[in-house]
């Protein structure tokens, strides 16, 4: 699951990535921000849920 999450982060990144082309504009540029952004919060919500389930299974 961390490794999904990661894949997630870094996905979302290189797709944010593409802001600064000059093609971005209008529905291009609010898709990249809401696939990129998406994936960007579901990878962290992923990340932060395995270090959770790490965690609890210790205590």
Do not use: K
Request: proline share 2%.
């Amino acid at each position: 699951m961390f490794g999904a999450g990661a894949v997630l982060l870094l996905w979302g990144w290189f797709v944010l990535g593409f802001l600064a082309e000059p093609s971005a504009v209008d529905r291009v540029r609010l898709a990249l921000v809401v696939i990129g952004g998406g994936s960007m919060l579901v990878g962290l919500a992923a990340c932060v849920a395995a270090v959770w389930m790490l965690v609890a299974r210790r205590t």
